[in-house]
């Protein structure tokens, strides 16, 4: 397994081996005892999920407030995402600050986005299947969303209009938002 660091702590990119030959290829996609080597702590994944969307669309800025709050490994089975989380830890140094990384089938990176971060895709490719582990079950009064397209967070989606939810469009802004948060 591949492991890299990001600027915010915690959030990694992780990416399996993948063997490939005149067949075509095979990759282990989770291992648990791989995993929390490369995190340096036990990580257990309770629920998992998958969408799928056309080209142009945006999920988040989702997450769950504690004691509720997940983690996520996210992965692209077909197609291309601009992967964002970030960072809502309040007495964190990078508080506010986001991470962006393009997960596509073919890179076969894998975004991990421990609790404490708001994270949203934007779906660069038709068809996109987009799929991800949590650590912790949905619980929907617990859920969050920031505002997508907030300026004080300064997120460049490459995307002009992207396809929102009443839910993402009608988010908070990040001025008003109390983090529920601490490292």
């Not at 990384?101 to 421990?114: C, D, G, H, V």
């Not at 490719?125 to 987009?130: C, H, L, P, S």
């Not at 009064?141 to 396809?163: F, H, K, Q, R, V």
Request: glycine fraction near 8%.
């Amino acid at each position: 397994m591949e492991v890299q660091t990001t600027p915010l702590e915690g959030l990694l990119l992780v990416r399996p081996r993948t063997f490939a030959d005149e067949r075509g290829s095979f990759s282990e996609t989770w291992n648990q005892r791989a995993f929390d080597e490369a995190v340096g702590e036990e990580v257990r994944f309770v629920q998992a999920n998958e969408s799928r969307s056309k080209a142009g669309v945006l999920r988040g800025l989702h997450f769950q407030a504690p004691p509720h709050a997940q983690g996520k490994l996210v992965r692209v089975v077909q197609g291309k995402v601009l992967d964002v989380a970030v960072d809502l830890r309040k007495d964190s140094a990078t508080y506010g600050q986001h991470h962006a990384a393009f997960l596509t089938e073919e890179n076969r990176w894998q975004f991990f986005i421990p609790p404490g971060f708001a994270h949203g895709f934007a779906t660069l490719e038709e068809d996109t299947v987009f799929h991800y582990l949590c650590t912790n079950l949905y619980h929907p009064e617990s859920e969050g969303t920031l505002l997508w397209n907030d300026p004080d967070l300064g997120i460049d989606w490459g995307i002009d209009a992207p396809l929102v939810s009443d839910k993402d469009a009608q988010a908070k802004a990040f001025a008003t938002f109390e983090s529920p948060f601490v490292r």
